[in-house]
């Protein structure tokens, strides 16, 4: 079976690689935990860079899930690196797909690289042009809050919630809303 999903994987045509992408994690559970970690890992580390950018969303959507079969040596090395290109993509539906899934890798890495290699994506996400990036940061906070302490980060958080319930978009300021209550128990700890 590896080397179909090698050869589909490295497949001039673009859905097909997506495809791979999209059920990774599929492939995984498919092949083992083991031999995902092995194999799999530098596939998707590839997809993380892929000119296609339905392709890089794909990866990006399903990092949370797969990083999960890896520790935490694997992800600073082979995937981390690739997500510095991806927080200024030129497609926003990438960022906004790093911004959904960038914060669950925090629990996998702990502290130290969190703070080195995650934060200042996270806080420069924060600051992106395109609020439903900045408002998909906030999904997964929990996340960041477990590893590192929300006290870290409420000079950043509080400025970019005000800028969200500012913003033009009403879908926006609701989605605000619906977090408020995740939000106001996590910055209350």
Do not use: H
Not at 4 to 20: G, H, M, N, T, V
Not at 120 to 133: A, H, K, T, W
Not at 135 to 161: C, H, R, T, Y
Request: charged residues 30%; neutral net charge; hydrophobic residues 40%.
């Amino acid at each position: 079976m590896l080397p179909y999903i090698k050869r589909f994987a490295e497949d001039k045509s673009w859905r097909i690689r997506y495809l791979i992408a999209d059920r990774i994690i599929d492939l995984a559970k498919g092949i083992g935990e083991e031999k995902a970690k092995d194999n799999l890992l530098p596939i998707y580390s590839e997809f993380l860079k892929d000119k296609e950018s339905e392709v890089r969303t794909a990866a990006l959507s399903r990092m949370a899930e797969f990083c999960k079969l890896l520790d935490s040596s694997s992800v600073i090395l082979k995937v981390i690196p690739n997500l510095k290109d991806l927080e200024t993509d030129t497609f926003s539906y990438v960022r906004c797909a790093l911004a959904s899934n960038i914060l669950s890798l925090t629990p996998i890495i702990k502290k130290g690289p969190t703070n080195e290699f995650i934060l200042p994506i996270f806080l420069n996400l924060l600051r992106d042009e395109n609020s439903e990036v900045r408002l998909n940061l906030f999904k997964n906070l929990a996340d960041l809050n477990q590893v590192i302490g929300i006290e870290d980060l409420q000079q950043s958080i509080i400025p970019s919630l005000t800028e969200l319930s500012q913003d033009k978009n009403w879908r926006i300021k609701l989605s605000l809303i619906e977090q408020f209550k995740l939000l106001a128990q996590q910055l209350g700890e």
